[in-house]
């Protein structure tokens, strides 16, 4: 094999090195234009960029998700006619905390206060649900021991049936 040299031509290699650095800096230009247009906001009366405040996307999700449970809790308490007057208040007070936080701190915070007011809500309503199911449960048992009866010919008496189900059975028992 023969292998020629070519002779070293410093202009050579200068054209294309000046091309690479062109388009690096335009690159570099156009990047960092964008990201200042992405990220920021313009103030009203000020000439210089404010940034705009960002919170995760997976707490704003938490804080979404905690609304909804928040909500179905208030459900409950409502189809059970318990009252949600405060509840509903401290919803709508969570909800407006949440929107109107700037910061991942302050709505960490909001969402914290949000937490405590969907534990607090927790036992009341299973306690109200608890106390209308028991009272249908009732209501339903002496309704059917009226239709369904046993007489006993012995001391001639008639018996309501199911009354293992009310206030002399389970029924009692879950009222202690």
């Not at 509840?87 to 936080?101: E, K, P, R, V």
């Amino acid at each position: 094999m023969n292998y020629r040299l070519l002779p070293y031509n410093k202009s050579m290699y200068q054209i294309p090195a000046l091309l690479i650095s062109g388009l690096l800096l335009c690159l570099l230009f156009l990047s960092a234009c964008s990201a200042s247009s992405s990220t920021a906001q313009s103030v009203p009366g000020t000439s210089t960029a404010v940034p705009a405040p960002t919170i995760d996307p997976t707490l704003q999700n938490q804080g979404d998700i905690q609304l909804q449970t928040f909500q179905q809790w208030i459900s409950l308490l409502q189809k059970y006619h318990g009252n949600i007057a405060t509840y509903q208040q401290q919803y709508t007070g969570d909800q407006q905390a949440l929107q109107s936080a700037k910061t991942s701190a302050a709505y960490k915070t909001a969402l914290a206060t949000l937490n405590k007011h969907v534990q607090a809500i927790q036992i009341p309503a299973m306690k109200v649900e608890s106390q209308s199911l028991l009272q249908q449960l009732q209501q339903e048992v002496t309704s059917w021991g009226q239709t369904h009866t046993y007489h006993d010919t012995y001391n001639n008496t008639t018996y309501p049936l199911g009354f293992e189900y009310g206030s002399t059975g389970i029924g009692g028992l879950s009222q202690s």
